[in-house]
């Protein structure tokens, strides 16, 4: 073929030259098979491979900065797992949802880090619909007959900067240090 023909009939299919896959995908109304997003998408490279167990897709980040990515992988109907090449440990994505045909799935990497996302080919669990993140804003929640326990209180009664032991050369940084965790700072850096 030459760059005028950009596809032709070969026995039961199609090929396809001089074309983006983009284009291609689109025009047989296929969903590419994983679209990330998010600002440092361009920085993950990924591969996908096939097994009679799985679907597993392998994600690098070349970033050196830890970044935050969602993945849109062309599975439904499977529970994502996150296989841990360092550790060995698996676990169930804990962010993640389908939609539009699709599988969404949030992943946090580590600067230069990697994940393998795997989706198993058992039959998934059918009352599990998806796994999320929960932020509690509310009242504290209790299980049945327990009692509420009163929420945490960090109180502030001295603050003292400088060398120690010596009793010379320090500060009472009190008042800041209350301030500062009264805005919910509990964590405080000192030079």
């Known amino acids: 073929m030459d760059e005028e023909t950009t596809q032709r009939a070969v026995g039961a299919g199609r090929l396809y030259d001089w074309q983006p896959l983009d284009t291609v995908l689109d025009e047989l109304g296929l969903a590419p098979d994983l679209t990330l997003t998010g600002p440092e998408a361009a920085t993950v490279d990924w591969l996908h491979r096939t097994t009679p167990?799985?679907?597993?897709?392998?994600?690098?980040?070349?970033?050196?900065?830890?970044?935050?990515?969602?993945?849109?992988?062309?599975?439904?109907?499977?529970?994502?797992?996150?296989?841990?090449a360092d550790s060995g440990l698996t676990e169930l994505a804990p962010l993640w949802r389908e939609v539009g045909g699709l599988t969404e799935v949030t992943l946090n990497f580590d600067g230069r880090g990697s994940h393998f996302v795997v989706f198993p080919t058992a039959a998934p669990d059918a009352a599990l619909v998806s796994w999320a993140s929960v932020e509690r804003t509310g009242p504290p929640v209790t299980l049945p007959g327990e009692a509420a326990r009163p929420p945490v209180e960090l109180e502030i009664v001295s603050a003292r900067y400088g060398v120690f032991p010596t009793t010379t050369d320090r500060a009472d940084v009190t008042q800041r240090?209350?301030?500062?965790?009264?805005?919910?700072?509990?964590?405080i850096a000192v030079n």
Do not use: C, K, N
């Open 53 to 84: 167990e799985a679907e597993i897709y392998f994600l690098a980040s070349r970033a050196d900065e830890p970044h935050t990515v969602t993945a849109l992988f062309r599975q439904t109907g499977r529970r994502p797992e996150l296989w841990h």
């Open 177 to 187: 240090v209350q301030a500062m965790v009264a805005d919910g700072q509990l964590a």
